[in-house]
């Protein structure tokens, strides 16, 4: 969420519960929204009261009727949706952690980033193309998304998209999932590795590989022989579970790790 200071005399009129809403802001902007994360915002409000009490700033009594104050935030907020905004709040949020808020917010810092326009460009009219399905509870359009162009040469973060732009929550940093078919490519590569290639020829068609598995694709049909490089391109599951299975799964984890992914199973 952006402050935009005015005036100074415009915060005479705060009472004690919307001043420590305010002050619990600059720790996280992300985390602490009180638009996007109410709960949180709330959790940090009182955190803020009890030390102005602890300190002598209020008395025990007006920091529990500030903690019991139900606040009305105004309905004219607008979510920005300029999908740079993830990335800014993620470089503010770093900035903050290594410096302080002080120090970004007073202290002239001229900082410079690795974002590549262009490439942003390119997945923002990328995002475009995603489909909308149903508005979820939170007035959000489903899926999401999320998306990071990485420069392998070096990690330098070249583009990045932490959702539609409907909310402050950024999916490409903060969202823990588990990696699904994104894993897929580790597989392929181990199988390049063992004697496989990109022609090689695999067979999809409905297995059993342990009791009760029978691993689907996500158009429900089976596509026969494929060669690897369709299996892949196209996501499909059964030629890939039947790769891991063939290469050994330990290669494909050794992979993993070299580039940088731990595995704690």
């Given amino acids: 969420m952006l402050l935009c200071i005015t005036s100074i005399s415009m915060f005479r009129n705060l009472d004690i519960a919307e001043a420590a809403t305010l002050a619990a802001i600059p720790k996280s902007p992300n985390y602490f929204n009180p ?7 709330k ?4 955190l803020v009261i009890d030390q102005m009490v602890k300190y002598g700033f209020i008395s025990a009594a007006d920091g529990n009727a500030a903690k019991a104050e139900k606040l009305v935030f105004s309905t004219t907020h607008k979510t920005n949706s300029d999908p740079r905004s993830y990335f800014f709040d993620m470089i503010t949020q ?10 970004l917010y007073k202290g002239g810092l001229k900082i410079y980033t690795t974002l590549d326009p262009d490439m942003q460009k390119a997945a923002e009219n990328a995002m475009k193309h995603l489909p909308g399905y ?9 899926p999401q998304m999320a998306l990071v162009a990485v420069d392998p040469h070096n990690g330098y973060v070249k583009a990045m998209i932490g959702g539609r732009g409907q909310d402050k929550f950024n999916r490409a940093t903060l969202a823990v999932r588990q990696p699904g078919s994104a894993f897929k490519p580790f597989v392929y590569l181990t199988a ?14 409905e297995e059993e590989f342990s ?7 996500s158009d429900r049909a089976w596509h026969g022989k494929v060669s690897l490089r369709t299996a892949l391109a196209r996501s499909i599951n059964v030629p890939t579970v039947k790769l891991a299975q063939e290469v050994g799964v330990s290669k494909i984890i050794s992979n993993a790790e ?7 199973g």
């Fill in 211 to 217: 009791p009760g598995w029978k691993p689907q694709n």
């Fill in 94 to 103: 770093k900035v903050i952690e290594e410096v302080g808020a002080d120090a």
């Fill in 134 to 142: 149903y508005t979820d509870g939170k007035k959000l359009t489903q």
């Fill in 43 to 46: 959790k940090r409000q009182e």
């Fill in 192 to 205: 390049m590795q063992n004697g496989y290639s990109p022609a090689s020829v695999i067979e999809d068609k």
């Fill in 35 to 41: 638009f996007e994360n109410p709960q949180e915002s």
């Fill in 258 to 264: 070299k580039m940088g992914y731990y595995y704690s």
